[in-house]
């Protein structure tokens, strides 16, 4: 029986300027001091996995009520110089008026886009593109622009959303007969009518 | 920092009697003594957590080069008797023909279907639920029967397939149509000609 330590990891993301951000914190503390690394830490012993991620981006970051998915654990025997730690993984999807906040355990948190990277702590950079694959990958399944995008939306700003997890343009006829395709998401009674023509708002399905 | 220890647990299925079934061990130690349990065990200081997915599963069950991938990990507080321990759990298919043996920490194993499941230990009811609802989902987006099924099948075979999964009959020209429609197979150029007629057999699109 190994003795070992379990930590969880939080890949929060968001989009700015059009481009998917992940949430860095800098380290105050070995190892790894004053590097970039995910918002993080070990669980506590009367805690369930999913409450210490929830705990730990509250506290290092200030952001609560998020929806956290679990990603993958990552348990390679040497990914922690403090000896054997396994890490669970989790991402979540923010709105960008999310107000972060610095915690104890971080000098500053700051968003960095997806291919301006500053070098990370540990194996984080194998869990960032790990969380931006599943992120893609959900993009064909699901409705994982739903934490992104208000209630109702227009397909140029689902497309815009899409574009930013894909990190490349997309063609608009291409998107809308897919996206339509898909049954994903449903025209809702509304049109938007802030630009020159109106256009029609749409909702996910239930 | 908790003093934990972790383990991986393994739900390994496979179809028999066009019925989806799951591999349980009868446990000879306690916790649990007598009772039925995926197979799985601790974690060992110099293997990754995947690597001992592998091992445990081998050891107990002698299947070994088969397709494991992570499901999710189960960290409720209480959920093992001995005190905090998470488990990593996985899940992987096998064509019924895979042989199996006793290995030194399981008196026997054996298949059961998904409704007629013995009482299990731990929490392995819920991990059992939870892989059954992944291997749902999958079949809406992937290749899940690639283990199942020869390299060239026919799409009653394939049909079969997701009937076991879903553990529901599906109206054969809805499931030929949706089938095509996703792109996931194709055909190739060879017929079946052991039935009365010659059906088209496909294959998984790379």
């Known amino acids: 029986m190994t003795k070992l330590q379990i930590t969880v990891d939080i890949v929060l993301f968001t989009i700015l300027e059009r481009q998917l951000h992940v949430l860095l914190i ?22 369930s996995v999913d409450e ?11 952001v609560e009520k998020v929806f956290l998915e679990q990603l993958y654990t990552f348990g390679e025997p040497n990914r922690d110089p403090r ?32 291919n301006k990277l500053p ?5 984080h950079q194998n869990i960032i593109e790990y969380a931006q694959q599943r992120l893609r990958n959900k993009l064909d399944y699901s409705n994982v622009g739903f934490e992104l995008l208000p209630e109702k939306f227009t397909l140029t700003e689902l497309q815009l959303v899409h574009e930013a997890i894909l ?6 006829r291409n998107f809308r007969r897919k996206i339509l395709q898909q049954g994903i998401v449903e025209p809702s009674k509304e049109w938007q009518k802030t ?5 029609q708002l749409y909702r996910f399905v239930d």
Chains 1, 2 share one sequence.
Request: hydrophobic content about 45%.
């Open 26 to 47: 800098r380290r105050l503390a070995e190892p790894f001091r004053g590097s970039y690394a995910l918002p993080g830490g070990f669980v506590l012993e009367n805690e």
């Open 52 to 62: 210490a991620a929830h705990r730990e981006l509250r506290e290092e970051t200030g």
């Open 83 to 114: 000896g054997r730690v396994i890490t669970v993984a989790y991402y979540a999807l923010v709105a960008n008026s999310h107000i972060l906040r610095s915690g104890t355990d971080a000098a500053d948190a700051a968003w960095f886009a997806l």
């Open 119 to 123: 070098p990370v702590a540990f194996d």
């Open 167 to 172: 990190g490349a343009n997309l063609d608009k």
């Open 195 to 199: 630009g020159r023509k109106p256009a």
